[in-house]
């Protein structure tokens, strides 16, 4: 392989990813120092996420848990309900009316993670989930 033959394979679908960024930055010029700050700070949000890994698997493991035992409502609940009543109205209120940094608040929205996993604890060891789906 010649050295640069490599990434064509990249370069075409980065190209057009990345050509939106680059109209964005075409149309609204004013947001250009405030999209490379964000930029600059991509490393903490890598870290800020993988801090944040064990506990989404977690809590994924057990939502199949709790879906194989015949109860699918509950994970709908722990998903999209938590999502709307808890997560979005926080980072909607930390965005809108708090001054703290965007690192800050990626670090409290994805820490919002932690109450799920002890929700699905507390769920799974209550075996509340568990169905019988043979009659018998």
């Avoid at 640069?4 to 930055?25: Q, S, V, W, Y």
């Amino acid at each position: 392989i010649q050295r640069g033959e490599r990434n064509k394979d990249f370069c075409g679908p980065a190209f057009f990813i990345g050509f939106d960024g680059f109209t964005d930055f075409l149309a609204f010029p004013e947001d250009v120092p405030r999209a490379r700050r964000i930029v600059r700070n991509k490393p903490v949000f890598i870290l800020i996420a993988a801090a944040n890994m064990p506990f989404c698997a977690y809590t994924h493991a057990s939502y199949f848990i709790i879906r194989s035992g015949g109860n699918a409502l509950i994970t709908v609940l722990f998903d999209s309900v938590f999502t709307w009543v808890i997560v979005v109205p926080l980072a909607a209120y930390m965005s809108y009316f708090t001054d703290i940094s965007i690192i800050l608040m990626v670090a409290i929205i994805r820490a919002t993670e932690i109450i799920k996993c002890l929700i699905a604890f507390a769920f799974v060891r209550s075996g509340v989930w568990v169905r019988n789906i043979v009659n018998k």
